[in-house]
């Protein structure tokens, strides 16, 4: 069983930044492909990274794509989602995922385990 914390969720500006964390337990984020969702309220879950199992491709969504930045630190089992430029469109609640596939997914449902979500909330 694998289990995903994440943090570093808050309220931030127009413009500012955030770093959301990912800390894994059970399995090591190597061996995994990881990623990041968002739902906004109203709104359906969507992809906004991944990176993949074993090797350093990484995928983004179109929205942020040169704003986000996804990593993995192998040592501390962790992923991290480096924000900036926010903007009010990126409110939502922010979802770690892993996919026990090593090609990743923008798909939610074909990921495997899932944290408990943290919320970030933009001001214009």
């Known amino acids: 069983q694998v289990h995903l914390v994440e943090s570093g969720g808050g309220l931030v500006q127009a413009g500012g930044s955030l770093r959301l964390s990912c800390a894994a337990s059970g399995r090591t984020v190597s061996s995994a492909t990881m990623g990041w969702f968002r739902q906004a309220p109203g709104k359906e879950r969507e992809f906004v990274a991944a990176?993949?199992?074993?090797?350093?491709?990484?995928y983004y969504a179109d929205s942020v794509k040169g704003r986000f930045t996804i990593s993995r630190d192998n040592a501390k089992n962790s992923v991290y989602l480096q924000m900036n430029s926010l903007k009010p469109e990126d409110t939502a609640v922010y979802y770690c995922?892993?996919?026990?596939?090593?090609?990743?997914?923008?798909?939610?449902?074909?990921?495997?385990?899932w944290g408990q979500g943290t919320q970030v909330t933009v001001s214009s």
């Open positions: 990176i993949r199992r074993g090797d350093p491709r990484i």
């Open positions: 995922a892993a996919r026990n596939s090593p090609f990743s997914s923008i798909r939610g449902d074909e990921y495997d385990y």
